[in-house]
């Protein structure tokens, strides 16, 4: 086999095995609880990047009264079921407290059915992750 031969066949194995879906959503989703320090204190986005296999489809946000923290908390979930399903898998974003408003999202979740569009992506990507959970 050749130089390029090799190569080609180098570039085929990494593109299939990228390409992989994944079986497993909670294995797949607590793989990323597991490696959760390289997020904390990260913004959003970063995780985002990483999730390569499956991205969120669904998100609904814990919005509140306080202004300190009014958005403690977001579930997504990796299904197009409705939001609040059981036996799905829930992979729950704690954000650290700031001000920005929340009336962005709130708008977003009503008008989008809580799909997570570009411009739930857009709002959330600069948040700070506090801390991650996920479960079933």
Same mark, same amino acid.
């Given at each position: 086999?050749?130089?390029? %031969?090799?190569?080609?066949?180098?570039? #085929?194995? +990494?593109?299939?095995?990228?390409?992989?879906?994944?079986?497993? +959503?909670?294995?797949?989703?607590?793989? =990323?609880? !597991?490696?959760?320090?390289?997020?904390i %204190?990260?913004?959003? $986005? #970063?995780?985002?990047?990483?999730? !390569?296999?499956?991205?969120?489809?669904?998100?609904?946000?814990?919005?509140?009264?306080?202004?300190?923290?009014?958005?403690?908390? !977001?579930?997504?979930?990796? $299904?197009?079921?409705?939001?609040?399903?059981?036996?799905?898998? $829930?992979?729950?974003?704690k954000?650290?407290?700031? +001000?920005?408003?929340? +009336?962005?999202?709130?708008f =977003?979740?009503?008008?989008?059915?809580?799909?997570?569009?570009?411009?739930?992506?857009?709002?959330?990507e600069?948040?700070?992750?506090?801390?991650?959970?996920?479960?079933?």
């Amino acid at each position: 086999m050749n130089i390029f %031969g090799v190569t080609f066949f180098l570039f #085929l194995n +990494t593109v299939l095995n990228a390409q992989k879906p994944v079986s497993d +959503t909670l294995a797949y989703a607590k793989k =990323f609880e !597991t490696n959760k320090q390289k997020y904390i %204190g990260k913004p959003f $986005s #970063l995780l985002l990047k990483d999730m !390569t296999q499956l991205q969120f489809k669904k998100a609904k946000s814990d919005i509140k009264e306080d202004q300190e923290n009014a958005l403690p908390s !977001t579930i997504f979930r990796f $299904s197009d079921k409705e939001v609040n399903s059981s036996n799905e898998v $829930s992979f729950v974003i704690k954000w650290k407290a700031d +001000t920005a408003p929340v +009336t962005p999202i709130e708008f =977003f979740e009503q008008e989008h059915n809580y799909r997570f569009t570009l411009n739930e992506r857009n709002f959330f990507e600069k948040k700070i992750i506090k801390d991650i959970a996920v479960y079933k």
